[in-house]
């Protein structure tokens, strides 16, 4: 199927049945360009620079310091390539189709090297397990170029209609970016005040890199292409408030899971709605609002105004 083609429906059907396997090797392909950010970009709050963010075409690092230039890396999920751009003209890529990720790691670091960029990345993934080492994983290795195009357009979506809602807080808010070691789209709203210590556990994660997340009392929200049939949203608070997992929150397919300590909406209710958009806008709101009522935030300082919002 042509890219074109699949570009009439605006939110994209992609079974997680379908995919699983490329979705896996794609997973590692990210945290390994991820990681290339991590090396060299300085740190910010919560891991803020390490993360990707949504184009028109896929994921990119954006702009990451390098001696007195800088360099991007973008997957480009329409011309199926990594695209590997430094400030001194030189461009790089490397074709994405089916190949081990011990290839990806090799040809990925080669490109890397004739553009003059030492990447001295950790030599394995992180909150995945069994946590195969980059350069020796021959088992990750399908490419459906179909599905990976399916996939950005699901993050697509998500980017847009999450951005709106980042748009209408007026305290500390993160962007709205891709977290390749959970592999999930994030946004992230703050109280203001400190959380207790968080007890770390992620697999392969130092507990460390964990209570620098949650450092901070908050509420999030995102997109996870590994829950249900076809991927679900998401939405926690930590610490979590007596009373949130109890709260009314919208649509009617929404539900708290005690098993994830999450709510979760299934990615299909709002890709069926008569207005995905709303469904999606009204999960975010409410599970929020969830949040910020039984953790009693400051919500009169935090929340900006509707007319402020508005777009002119």
């Given at each position: 199927?042509?890219?074109q083609?699949?570009?009439?429906?605006?939110?994209?059907?992609?079974?997680?049945?379908?995919?699983?396997?490329?979705?896996?090797?794609?997973?590692?392909?990210?945290?390994?360009?991820?990681k290339?950010?991590?090396?060299?970009?300085?740190?910010?709050?919560?891991?803020?620079?390490?993360?990707?963010?949504?184009?028109?075409r896929?994921?990119?690092?954006?702009?990451?310091?390098?001696?007195?230039?800088?360099?991007?890396?973008?997957?480009?999920?329409?011309?199926?390539?990594?695209?590997?751009?430094?400030?001194?003209?030189g461009?790089?890529?490397?074709?994405?189709?089916?190949?081990?990720?011990?290839?990806?790691?090799?040809?990925?670091?080669?490109?890397l090297?004739?553009?003059?960029?030492?990447?001295?990345?950790?030599?394995?993934?992180?909150?995945?397990?069994?946590?195969?080492?980059?350069?020796?994983?021959?088992?990750?290795a399908?490419?459906?170029?179909?599905?990976?195009?399916?996939?950005?357009?699901?993050?697509?979506?998500?980017?847009?209609?999450?951005?709106?809602f980042?748009?209408?807080?007026?305290?500390?808010?993160?962007?709205?970016h891709?977290?390749?070691?959970?592999?999930?789209?994030?946004?992230?709203?703050?109280?203001?005040?400190?959380?207790?210590?968080?007890?770390?556990?992620?697999?392969?994660?130092?507990?460390?890199?964990?209570?620098?997340?949650?450092?901070r009392?908050?509420?999030?929200?995102?997109?996870?292409?590994?829950g249900?049939?076809?991927?679900?949203?998401?939405?926690?608070?930590?610490?979590?408030?007596?009373?949130?997992?109890?709260?009314?929150?919208?649509?009617?397919?929404?539900?708290?899971?005690?098993?994830?300590?999450?709510?979760?909406?299934?990615?299909?209710?709002?890709?069926?709605?008569?207005?995905?958009?709303?469904?999606?806008?009204?999960?975010?709101?409410?599970?929020?609002?969830?949040?910020?009522?039984?953790g009693?935030?400051?919500?009169?300082?935090?929340?900006?105004?509707?007319?402020?919002?508005?777009r002119?």
């Open positions: 199927m042509a890219p083609e699949m570009t009439t429906t605006a939110w994209p059907a992609l079974r997680v049945a379908d995919w699983g396997e490329t979705r896996d090797t794609l997973h590692m392909w990210t945290q390994i360009v991820g290339v950010r991590l090396a060299h970009a300085p740190m910010v709050n919560h891991w803020w620079q390490v993360t990707l963010y949504v184009t028109p896929g994921l990119t690092t954006s702009a990451v310091p390098y001696g007195s230039g800088a360099f991007d890396a973008e997957f480009d999920f329409i011309d199926h390539r990594l695209r590997i751009r430094n400030s001194s003209g461009t790089r890529s490397v074709e994405l189709r089916p190949m081990p990720v011990a290839e990806f790691h090799g040809r990925t670091t080669a490109a090297a004739e553009l003059g960029i030492e990447a001295p990345i950790s030599p394995g993934p992180n909150e995945v397990e069994p946590a195969i080492p980059f350069a020796e994983d021959y088992e990750h399908s490419y459906d170029a179909d599905a990976a195009h399916l996939f950005w357009r699901q993050l697509l979506q998500a980017n847009r209609v999450m951005q709106e980042r748009s209408r807080f007026a305290g500390k808010v993160s962007p709205v891709f977290f390749w070691g959970a592999m999930d789209l994030a946004c992230t709203r703050f109280s203001g005040r400190h959380a207790p210590e968080h007890p770390g556990g992620a697999p392969h994660c130092g507990d460390w890199v964990m209570v620098e997340a949650y450092s009392e908050l509420s999030s929200c995102g997109f996870w292409p590994g249900g049939e076809e991927g679900a949203f998401y939405a926690y608070a930590y610490p979590e408030p007596q009373g949130f997992a109890g709260h009314r929150v919208a649509p009617a397919d929404a539900f708290y899971s005690k098993e994830h300590g999450q709510f979760l909406l299934p990615y299909e209710a709002v890709r069926t709605a008569a207005d995905p958009d709303r469904t999606l806008m009204d999960f975010l709101r409410t599970t929020y609002e969830a949040a910020a009522e039984h009693q935030w400051d919500r009169a300082s935090l929340e900006l105004p509707t007319r402020q919002h508005a002119p």
